[in-house]
Structure formats: C-alpha cells, structure tokens
C-alpha cells in the first residue's frame, strides 16, 4: 500500500477524477480529506470509502476563497495530526470564441483554475514543507495546446503548468516533491459545466465516448506518478501524442487549429448557461 498512514487532501474531490482519486488513494492506505463544494455527494463518498475501512472527512468548501482551504488543512491536522500531500484538482472550462467572451469570462476562469490551485498550495504548502511530502497539481493538454474556442481554459492550463514548474525549483531542494498532471479527455463531468461552473447533468456528451479514457484507470496512473515523485504525467495516449507534436512539429498542430477554427461550430455553453453542444 504505497500511501499506507499517509494524509492526502483532494480539492474537487467530488467527482470526476477527484473522486476517482479519493477511491484509489483510499486503496493505497491513505487517509483523505476531501473537499468539493457539493455536500450530498462528498458526504456520499466518504460513507462509500469508510465503508470500506478509510478514514475519510468530508469538508464542503470552494477553492476560490481562502478560509475554506485553511479550515480543510486545520481539520486534517486536529483529525490526522499531518498533511502529506495535497491534489489541486478543482476546475472547470469556460468556451467561446474570444468575441463572444467577456473579461469576466476570463477573470471566472482564473479565479478557480489559477488562483484557486495557487491557494490551495499556500493553504497546504507548510505542511507538507514539513512532512517532505507531495503537491500534485492537475493541469492539461490544453497547457500545452491550445486550441479553438477554448482560450480561457488553455490559459488557465498554461499558468498551472508554469506554476509547477517553479514550483518544483523552489521545493524539491526541501523534499517537497511538485507533480504536474496533465490528462487528455478523461470520463468527467467538466464537458457538461457552463462558464459560469454550473453542472447540466443532462446536457448532451460533445464528444464521442470512445475517445475518453476511464476515471479509475486514470486515478492510477496519476497515483502511480505522485508515488514516484515524477515531475510530470502525461495519463492519455492521445495527450502524449498531442504534447509530442507541440514539441516537434508545431506547424502540424497550427495546420488543424486553423482548419478547427474555420470548421467547428460555435459552443453555446457560455454566458447563457446552457449546454446544446
């Protein structure tokens, strides 16, 4: 059991991968405190995984305010007396073509995917200094491509992977091992959020399912990465491929981005808060 005795909080930890996590991690002997901001579901999965012999601890907070971050690390330290590793997982993406988009768009989308991952390192960060532990952050391909009518998103992406990479400078000389995640399409809810983070759980899939890899399988690979100290992980075939095109042969890449942008139709998940895609 690579986590046994180890104390590891997950931000979005109620669905998608930060629930896959939590029942990987869970497997692996860790101890979770998971934070998400929907009740219901956290307190679901908590009595799921103590079911099955984890010691979990729900916290309903959201990553864009600061004091619900401190008080998920005060309720590890007062329940488990540690804090060993933190996942920044939370996210969500906001669509549109930069025309349609409004500054505060933009400005929504930093809030949870930069400056909420930002604050759940500074929350965690003295901790884990202390217990030489891990931070994982979870980025994207779109951290490294950009592409059509998902400006915001790669921006967020990009400032998360730029975040890691200074922040692996500055820690691994303390033993703090940074880990950069960076997922293609994987089974989550993401696709079905508007830009103002609002779930449709019926809005329609715009994808097709074969492409997505599962959340299970992903949790894995990411835990076995964070369990390595690894930099970086690249989790989908497709992703990998992506990346290495963006590294050798970028022209390829602006070729289809232009053509994609010429060809695909406009998102109508943003402002209206609707998902027809």
Same mark, same amino acid.
Request: proline letters at 4%.
């Given at each position: ?19 896959a ?19 219901e579901?956290?307190?679901?999965l ?52 930069v ?7 933009y400005r ?10 930002l604050a759940?390192?500074?929350?965690? !960060?003295?901790?884990? &200094?202390? %217990? *030489? +532990? =891990? ?7 779109? @951290?490294y ?10 921006m967020?992406?990009f400032?998360v ?7 692996d ?5 303390h033993?703090?091992a ?44 990411i835990?076995?990465?964070?369990y ?26 602006? !070729?289809?981005?232009? &053509?994609? %942008? *010429? +060809? =695909? ?7 209206? @808060?609707?998902?027809?895609v």
């Amino acid at each position: 059991m690579k986590f046994a005795g180890h104390v590891v909080l997950i931000t979005g930890a109620s669905s998608g991968i930060g629930a896959a996590l939590a029942r990987e991690l869970a497997r692996e002997g860790a101890k979770l405190v998971l934070v998400a901001r929907r009740r219901e579901r956290l307190e679901a999965l908590c009595a799921e995984l103590a079911a099955a012999g984890t010691e979990a601890i729900a916290h309903v907070g959201d990553v864009t305010r600061r004091a619900d971050l401190d008080a998920a690390v005060a309720l590890a330290m007062t329940r488990f007396g540690r804090l060993d590793m933190a996942v920044a997982n939370a996210g969500f993406g906001v669509v549109g073509r930069v025309e349609k988009l409004e500054v505060e768009d933009y400005r929504r989308q930093f809030e949870t995917n930069v400056f909420g991952v930002l604050a759940t390192v500074k929350a965690c !960060l003295p901790e884990i &200094r202390k %217990a *030489r +532990g =891990r931070l994982v952050l979870i980025g994207s391909v779109a @951290g490294y491509v950009a592409y059509p009518n998902g400006s915001p998103y790669s921006m967020s992406k990009f400032a998360v992977r730029a975040l890691a990479g200074a922040l692996d400078y500055e820690l691994r000389p303390h033993g703090v091992a940074v880990t950069l995640i960076s997922p293609g399409f994987i089974e989550s809810e993401i696709r079905k959020v508007d830009n103002r983070g609002v779930l449709h759980p019926h809005a329609k899939e715009p994808l097709p399912p074969w492409l997505f890899m599962r959340t299970d399988v992903a949790a894995k690979k990411i835990v076995r990465a964070a369990y390595r100290r690894r930099r970086e992980a690249i989790v989908t075939v497709h992703g990998k491929v992506l990346v290495w095109l963006q590294r050798f042969a970028p022209w390829a890449l602006r !070729l289809a981005g232009r &053509r994609g %942008a *010429r +060809g =695909r139709s406009e998102p109508k998940l943003f402002r209206d @808060g609707r998902n027809d895609v």
